[in-house]
Structures are given as C-alpha cells and as structure tokens.
T-cell receptor
Framework: DGGITQSPKYLFRKEGQNVTLSCEQN?????MYWYRQDPGQGLRLIYY???????QKGDIAEGYSVSREKKESFPLTVTSAQKNPTAFYLC????????????????FGAGTRLSVL | GQQVMQIPQYQHVQEGEDFTTYCNSS?????IQWYKQRPGGHPVFLIQ?????EVKKQKRLTFQFGEAKKNSSLHITATQTTDVGTYFC??????????????FGAGTRLAVHP
C-alpha cells in the first residue's frame, strides 16, 4: 500500500527539548517537503529536499533542522530554538517536475500534532 | 516574493446552495492545483490545471484557470455535507533552470448546514 507515513500522530515537547518527527514514503518520489499548519491557517513551507543528501530552507526554517540520508526518509527536528512549536506538521512528497499530466502533485502524510507541555 | 491569495477565508452555506472560492496569484503560473482538507485530516489532491482558460469538472465541482494564468476558481454546485472542509489552491510558477515549488493559498473553509 503506497503512501506517506508520519509518526507519531501526537507529540508533546518539554521546554528546551529537541524532538524529531518521522516521515517515510514508499512512492519512490525524489522530492519531499515539510509544512507547518497553524489552526485555521494555510500551509507554510519549512524545508524541502529535491534529492538525497540535499535540502533547502523554506519560508520558516528557523528553529528546525532536517536530514535526507535516504530517498524514503525525511525526518524533521524541532529544536529548542523554535519558541512557538505548537502546530500541525505535514510531510509531503511530490511527483517529478515535467511529468506529463501530473507534475509536482503533492501527496501528504496524516500529520503530527505537536504541543508544548 | 510570489504570493497566492485566496478568498473568501470562510463560507457558510445551506445544504443545496452553491459555493465558489477564488485564487489569485501575483505572478503568472505554469499550473495550479487544488486540494481539500477535511476537518482533522490532511490535504488531498483534487485536480491540476495547466492550460490558459482551462475548465475541468469533477461531478459537482468545476475548476477554472484564468486566461492570463494568474487566477483560478473552484465552484461547487448544490453543496452537500460531505463537501465540508478547507479548499486550498496551490500555484506553481515556472522558473527555467530553477526549482519550482508550490505556493499555497491560505485556504477557504467551507461549512455546510443541513
């Protein structure tokens, strides 16, 4: 069953703690993304990766870090430097650019809800 | 930088009424996509429009891409309670030689009253 798996579904962070959100995909997509969604808001891009061992900052990268050691995996670490981490975090992967009839279509995981204790 | 504006932010309708959400980009887009997010869920891809003036239909949903490829709309005819959710547009602007990431609008939240 192909798709994107995010874990955990819910996560609680203590002050000063780093936490890591997992994202795994078996769609064989090169590109992967992390978005943050605040209540009633749209999607803001945190980081994206077009290929293994390469990633780029999005619009709100401060306080976050990522790695892309494997094509299937794109974990996100919310560091203690992120002072307002409470949000819904969505991971996505996308179809290739230039794909006829379906370029850059994003497939999302079910998300992780992060709260601060 | 590039922006994608979406209106309205919220829309409440009675079941059976029509609904429309509009999306406007500050720059010309190579394509536009629409996603639906049910309450508590994650965004799910609905459709992609590529051609100037393109119109596509999915049952009661009609999607349009403007002639200038800077605006788009989603129209739902005779809404049902299953249409409840937030509808996002997302624009892709082509930059030769560069990476083209999607820019999401803020979404329109639709509530349908039975």
């Amino acid at each position: 069953d192909g798709g994107i798996t995010q874990s955990p579904k819910y996560l609680f962070r203590k002050e000063g703690q780093n936490v890591t959100l997992s994202c795994e995909q078996n769609l064989n997509h090169d590109a992967m993304y992390w978005y943050r969604q605040d209540p009633g808001q749209g999607l803001r891009l945190i980081y994206y990766s077009q290929i293994v061992n390469d990633f780029q900052k999005g619009d709100i990268a401060e306080g976050y870090s990522v790695s892309r050691e494997k094509k299937e995996s794109f974990p996100l670490t919310v560091t203690s430097a992120q002072k307002n981490p409470t949000a819904f975090y969505l991971c996505a992967s996308s179809t290739p650019e230039g794909l006829a009839g379906g370029a850059n279509i994003q497939y999302f995981g079910a998300g992780t809800r992060l709260s601060v204790l | 930088g590039q922006q994608v504006m979406q209106i309205p932010q919220y829309q409440h309708v009675q079941e059976g009424e029509d609904f429309t959400t509009y999306c406007n980009s500050s720059t010309t887009l190579s394509n536009i996509q629409w996603y639906k997010q049910r309450p508590g869920g994650h965004p799910v891809f609905l459709i992609q429009l590529v051609k100037s003036g393109e119109v596509k239909k999915q049952k009661r949903l009609t999607f349009q891409f403007g002639e200038a490829k800077k605006n788009s709309s989603l129209h739902i005819t005779a809404t049902q309670t299953t249409d409840v959710g937030t509808y996002f547009c997302a624009g892709l602007s082509g930059r030769p030689g560069g990476y083209n990431k999607l820019i999401f609008g803020a979404g329109t939240r639709l509530a349908v009253h039975p």
